[in-house]
């Protein structure tokens, strides 16, 4: 199985300032058809998860522009430009490569 | 406008059998995967398995004795059964599609890469005598 690692696991972002999440993979991922099969999530606590980022850099309809992905190989990244309150929640990264579809432990952002 | 409906039995005993339906409207099954995953409590999530219209399932070679993912386009709904559970399997799961984006060939099978664009509300099934 692909193992996903994603750091930090917990992030106090002060509101307006940037934050990053990494997500490394134990294996590099293949681009094949011209992608790379990384996705990210977002998720609030009971509510399932929002697809934010496909294909390591295309955001989703209706994600707004401040969240951009980036990568290739075995390293990731998510970049939030200016964090606000309403990020506060779990981001996750997954990876379609293979099966079984795996997920990074996820990373806590709150807000200082 | 895509949507994902979800229910099934939200308590079970050990040994029982798990069974969730997700209805889909605003969109056919054709063309698409369809997956269930589960989120234990306080924990990451986890992939279960997925099937689609014409082609075979793919399960969590964790869960793979135990479970099994059908459709019925008919009603379009797609279901998870899930037998013999345990309090380990204590879980928010959710339904979800699976937009296509590469179908290949490995292991004597076909299977999907692809990105998980909408999803269920989720349904809270918890296991315990």
């Known amino acids: 199985d692909i193992v996903l690692t994603q750091t930090p696991l917990s992030l106090s972002a002060t509101p307006g300032q940037p934050a990053s999440i990494s997500c490394k993979s134990s294996q590099s991922l293949l681009r094949t058809g011209g992608r790379f099969h990384l996705d990210w999530f977002f998720q609030r606590p009971g509510l399932a998860p929002q697809l934010l980022i496909y294909?390591?850099?295309n955001r989703f309809s209706g994600v707004p522009e401040k969240f951009s992905g980036s990568g290739s190989g075995t390293h990731f990244t998510l970049n939030i430009s200016r964090v606000e309150a309403e990020d506060v929640g779990v981001y996750y990264c997954?990876?379609?490569?293979?099966?079984?579809?795996?997920f990074g432990q996820g990373t806590k952002v709150e807000i200082k | 406008q895509v949507q994902l409906q979800q229910w099934g039995a939200g308590l079970l005993k050990p040994s029982e059998t798990l069974s969730l339906t997700c209805a889909v409207s605003g969109e056919s099954l054709s063309g698409y995967f369809w997956s269930w995953f589960r989120q234990s409590p306080g924990k990451g999530l986890e992939w279960i398995g997925e099937t689609y219209d014409g082609g075979s399932s793919h399960y969590n070679p964790s869960l793979k004795s135990r479970v099994s993912i059908s459709l019925d386009t008919s009603k379009n709904h797609f279901f998870l059964k899930l037998n013999s559970v345990t309090a380990a399997d204590t879980a928010l799961y959710f339904c979800a599609r699976g937009l296509r984006r590469q179908l290949y060939f490995d292991s004597g099978s076909y299977h999907n890469r692809g990105y998980f664009d909408y999803w269920g509300q989720g349904t809270l099934v918890t296991v315990s005598s």
């Open positions: 294909e390591v850099s």
């Open positions: 997954m990876q379609s490569e293979q099966v079984p579809r795996t």
